[in-house]
């Protein structure tokens, strides 16, 4: 998010910089929703937004279900009431060893060999159940065990069988294709694929191949099914997109993501320290690959599984979300093109007939061109819309929450008025923000590329200080406001986090550690003191009117398939 000007020093007009939304109201960089983080707290500090970025971004169980009880979601002994974690089935399960003297399984648990999870076979307590609607989603019952045991992945089942999409072992046998049928949870035309087809069609341009991996459960504390991707040869990059067409209120993430060679992307850890990064969003989640210069696309088996989470009062339930991939096909671009929508709610003297040749807002979108041109990126067609009627009643000052769908939400879900053939990334601009000063918030980090009417779906922008302050800094200000936040919308992060203490993870953007640069003790670094290392970064947290990007920033915009030659 951006905030409006404020004065750190005489010479140095700075804000609070933009940080990308999840799904409406969480920041999309910060995880505040998902995480054990509280909402800004203006007084505290002098207006700046506080930015906590928590370990193991990425991994469930989320902070708010754990620990849990037998049979639950786990990465380490801590995550489990019962004191242990069996982390050798996917996703872990908590258990007690029991047998030859020990004790007693909790929950009434049962008590049966297993794998372990350093590979050996031993005695382990095991989930009673009469149904598999009383187990995880990535769970099931089997009758003659009477436990919730784990589903099944390619390769676990013995010869003669195959893991069906469900997780189950079944004899292996032809499949014979016919039309899909949807919404059967079948994959009748045998293309490994459930009910794919039956969503939205995703118009993409030339450089763009879509894959429709069709419907995949989620929720019910536990993982889904995990799905598999081959990029084609010569691939720049591939982009996930999971979409809940319900628009139902749970957060979810990929759990995991293994490429060739089985290592995991999403590795859990510090913030900053996985390789390919993720921000956990509801109502669509988008995953680029790769989106650091810690990762290159190989040649080989991408699997990837999704884990959808409530909050400290519930779980969340079994639910479905649509999943496609949207291949980048051009190699190692390096120059591109990016078509925008421009959409107007409620500007004073500003509309879409009048901003093509207005004389101000024409030296700000000069300016705005500039800095993508300094990326290497040029933009190309620029369409015009009004927001009219009720929705520029209640849009033109936009109210945002701490979590959850937020005026923010709704009003990028309007994109949704947009032909599939209209490609541009969505800028909104309002007259302002409510409350706190804020000036511009992108829907996400990545938003989804070639989607729109989703929750995510662009980038919204305050004309505040464009509108009632006459000197040109201004009309610069709002255009870095722009650039930025389109950079989060395209994949980039802050470099550094406003505490000194989280960074990205992109190898080659300097870091500004508090404990190094802090050097008025405030708690916060600022651009003059990291402007030797990263300060100057348009992604850097604060706005300085610079627009240095590093190679491996430029690289990330450049793979985003919204871009075009």
């Known amino acids: 998010m951006k905030l409006a000007a404020t004065l750190l020093l005489a010479a140095l007009p700075f804000a609070a910089a933009a940080c990308g939304g999840s799904s409406g109201g969480g920041n999309a960089d910060d995880t505040s929703a998902p995480a ?77 060999g297993s794998q372990d999870s350093d590979g050996a076979r031993r005695r382990l307590c095991f989930k009673p159940c009469i149904a598999t609607t009383q187990c995880r989603l990535d769970q099931w019952c089997p009758p003659e065990a009477g436990v919730c045991t784990p589903r099944c992945r390619e390769g676990d089942c013995g010869a003669g069988y195959v893991c069906n999409p469900d997780g189950l072992c079944e004899p292996e046998g032809p499949c014979v294709p016919v039309a899909e049928v949807c919404g059967d949870g079948q994959d009748q035309d045998c293309d490994g694929y459930v009910d794919n087809g039956c969503s939205r069609a995703v118009d993409a341009p030339a450089h763009v191949r879509v894959v429709d991996m069709g419907t995949v459960k989620v929720g019910g504390s536990g993982l889904s099914r995990t799905l598999s991707f081959f990029p084609s040869a010569g691939a720049a990059s591939f982009t996930v997109v999971a979409l809940d067409e319900a628009n139902t209120p749970w957060y979810m993430t990929a759990y995991s993501l293994d490429a060739p060679g089985g290592v995991d992307l999403l590795s859990p850890g510090p913030a900053g320290s996985e390789p390919n990064r993720s921000s956990p969003a509801f109502g669509v989640y988008t995953l680029m690959v790769p989106n650091s210069d810690q990762v290159q696309l190989a040649q080989g088996r991408y699997e990837f599984n999704f884990y959808r989470y409530g909050n400290a009062a519930s779980a969340a339930p079994v639910g479905e979300i649509h999943v496609w ?23 004073p003297g500003l509309s ?47 109210d945002t929450g701490d979590g959850g769908v937020d005026e923010h939400a709704e009003l990028l879900a309007l994109s949704a008025a947009l032909p599939a053939e209209n490609h541009g990334v969505n800028l909104f601009f309002v007259q302002a923000f409510s409350g706190w000063g804020l000036l511009g918030k992108a829907g996400g ?25 006459t000197d040109p800094f201004f009309v610069a200000y ?19 986090e406003q505490d000194g203490r989280s960074f990205d993870h992109i190898l080659d953007t300097p870091e500004c550690p508090a404990e190094f640069y ?48």
């Open 352 to 398: 879409a007939a009048s901003a093509p040749n207005d004389t101000r807002f024409g030296s700000m979108m000069t300016e705005f061109r500039r800095v993508l041109g300094n990326a290497g990126i040029s933009v190309g067609e620029v369409r015009y819309f009004d927001v009219t009627g009720p929705e520029a009643d209640i849009y033109t000052i936009v």
């Open 445 to 469: 980090i990545p938003g989804p590329p070639l989607f729109h009417g989703t929750w995510e779906s662009g980038v919204v922008v305050s004309l505040d200080e464009y509108l009632n302050e």
């Open 478 to 496: 709002t255009a870095e406001t722009m650039a930025h936040e389109l950079g989060h919308q395209l994949g980039l992060y802050h470099p550094t």
């Open 36 to 112: 054990d983080t509280s909402a800004p707290d203006d007084a505290d500090t002098g207006g700046v937004d506080v930015i906590l970025i928590p370990d193991g971004t990425n991994q469930p169980p989320d902070v708010t279900q754990a620990p849990q009880a037998l049979g639950g979601v786990c990465q380490r002994d801590a995550d489990c009431l019962t004191g242990y974690c069996n982390t050798f089935p996917q996703g872990g399960y908590c258990t007690q060893r029991c047998g030859d003297g020990m004790d007693a399984c909790p929950d009434s648990g049962v008590c049966l």
């Open 518 to 565: 802090d050097s008025n003790g405030d708690g916060l670094v600022d651009p003059i003191e990291c402007e030797a290392v990263g300060g100057l970064n348009l992604m850097f947290w604060t706005s300085t009117l610079h627009d240095v990007l590093s190679d491996a920033q430029k690289r990330v915009l450049h793979l985003n398939p919204a871009m075009r030659d």
């Open 325 to 347: 991939v949207l291949e980048n096909l051009r190699e190692a671009p390096s120059a591109s093109t990016l078509d925008l929508n421009l959409w107007f709610v409620g500007i």
